[in-house]
């Protein structure tokens, strides 16, 4: 039977494909446009929209384990729990999260409120479950590609500012597993890289990779919000730069990615090398 991918042509989805595939699965990979769908040889692509569960009947057919992205579009998943029923009644019997979780904040944080809902969703449906939360994207870093490839330079907050980020394949892996061993039901992940990075330092080894020195030009709070203002809600923005004011706030390692798939997690100087072209 086919596992059900879902967000599988973004930055992890598109890395849990490739794995699927790699190691014998067949993969049925949902989006709103096969037609752009960029997957590999012997991926099932069909068509589906969460924003309209309905239209998933096809996608969900034959399916016993699916993995579920938090996010549609550009906000958190607001239809999760018609979405798990209709994959409860089509035969599913596991699902992975690929979700966010802060749990230093309440249930009812803006930000945070409509991602609780769905990880409700998830715990209530009767299926088997595993949460996945993942520390900050090594991925990230690509909207500073523009600049670097312009003008050699990135404009941000918080030089200071640490974080274990993580590789999208690391992620991918760990959701792997929980899709095809047994033994990661009622699991909650937070999959970080193994160091922590300084966001000075992730410039610096950006440059390393592409041969050429990249300034990093530190904004203010006040520059940030106006840099940002086009490109982010003004909440997030806040949360972004509450987060920035505390520069040891998030560099913790989690051994999760090591002790799911067996091997430490890739570095960010990895992701920078594999990633060079995006930066040129």
């Known amino acids: 039977m086919p596992i059900l991918v879902t967000g599988a042509t ?3 989805g598109g890395s849990l494909v490739r794995q699927l595939v790699a190691a014998g699965h067949d ?20 068509a589906g929209d969460f924003a309209r569960p309905a239209t998933l009947a096809a ?3 034959g399916v016993t384990r699916m993995h579920v992205i938090g996010m549609d579009g550009a906000g958190p998943l607001t239809t999760g729990a018609e979405i798990l029923e209709l994959a409860r009644q089509a035969g599913v019997r596991r699902v992975t999260h690929l979700g966010h ?18 990880h409700r969703a998830i715990e209530d449906s009767g299926l088997e479950w595993t949460h996945v939360f993942p520390g900050e994207f090594m991925a990230n870093t690509r909207e500073w590609a ?15 500012w640490t974080s274990a980020l ?11 597993a929980a899709l095809t061993e047994d033994g990661h039901a009622g699991r909650v992940y937070q999959p970080t890289g193994p160091e922590p990075v300084r966001r000075r330092d992730a410039v610096r080894m950006i440059g390393e990779a592409i041969g050429r020195p990249v300034r990093f030009d530190e904004l ?7 840099y940002w203002k086009d490109h982010y809600p003004t909440e997030v923005i ?13 560099n913790w390692v989690a051994p999760d990615v090591e002790q799911v798939t067996g091997r430490p997690g890739r570095t960010f100087r990895q992701w920078a090398a594999e990633h060079a072209d995006d930066f040129r």
């Not at 203010?220 to 106006?226: F, G, H, L, N």
């Open 59 to 61: 996608a969900l057919r």
């Open 27 to 46: 993969v049925r990979a949902l989006t709103r446009n096969p037609a752009t769908a960029a997957l590999p040889p012997g991926v099932e692509v069909v």
């Open 238 to 250: 806040e949360w972004f730069l509450e987060m920035g004011r505390y520069p040891e706030g998030s």
């Open 146 to 160: 523009a600049d670097i490839r312009t003008e050699g330079v990135v404009r941000a907050p918080f030089g200071n």
């Open 220 to 226: 203010t709070p006040e520059q940030a919000r106006e």
């Open 166 to 176: 993580v590789h999208e394949a690391d992620i991918a892996a760990v959701i792997v």
């Open 10 to 12: 973004g930055t992890v």
């Open 101 to 118: 979780n802060d749990p230093s904040r309440a249930d009812d944080d803006p930000i945070e409120a409509p991602h609780r809902l769905l």
